[in-house]
């Protein structure tokens, strides 16, 4: 076998240091693999970092577009139910005015039937209703008493 010389580096692509030998090389290339290292992986953060910042950025304006948005839909929705408020109250009214007039003509109804009771009577014995020329000669009943108050009120 080959005897080595002590003063020989053992590792041939690393060169021996003359303050400490070959410990000492190896602290100190640890030290710049380290700090190179480092500056690699800061290089790397800051890039990363760069990303996020950007996809931030993103993020932040996707959610003012979509607060926007939502100031928009809500506002058409407060308008839609405005609206249909208005129409729920104009629906009651008509509903109440409906009803108003429906009683009202019932009770129109009712003072005509008695009306034509008491001017032309007859009698169940005698079958059937008035006839016709009975009818004719009672006069229109667009001139009843109770019909011209009806219209009066209006």
Same mark, same amino acid.
């Given at each position: 076998m080959d005897s080595v010389s002590p003063t020989a580096s053992l590792i041939p692509? *690393?060169?021996?240091?003359?303050? #400490? #030998?070959? +410990?000492?090389?190896?602290?100190? %290339?640890?030290a710049n693999q380290q700090l190179q290292q480092a500056m690699e992986e800061r290089a790397q953060l800051e $890039?990363? %970092? #760069? *990303?996020?910042? #950007?996809? %931030? =950025? @993103?993020?932040?304006? /996707? =959610?003012? @577009?979509h607060a926007e948005n939502l100031k928009g839909e809500s506002a058409l929705w407060w308008q839609r139910m405005r609206?249909?408020?208005?129409?729920?109250?104009? %629906?009651? /009214? +008509?509903? $109440?005015?409906?009803?108003?007039r429906v009683q009202e003509l019932e009770t129109i109804l009712a003072e005509l039937r008695n009306q034509m009771a008491e001017s032309h009577p007859w009698s169940p014995q005698q079958g059937a209703q008035p006839s016709c020329e009975a009818a004719l000669l009672r006069g229109p009943v667009s001139q009843s008493p109770a019909l011209m108050a009806v219209d009066e009120r209006r």
């Open positions: 692509w *690393q060169p021996s240091f003359p303050d #400490g #030998g070959v +410990e000492a090389g190896y602290e100190a %290339l640890d $890039v990363h %970092l #760069g *990303q996020v910042m #950007g996809s %931030l =950025k @993103q993020l932040q304006m /996707e =959610k003012d @577009q609206e249909m408020s208005e129409q729920v109250h104009a %629906l009651r /009214e +008509e509903t $109440v005015h409906s009803m108003s």
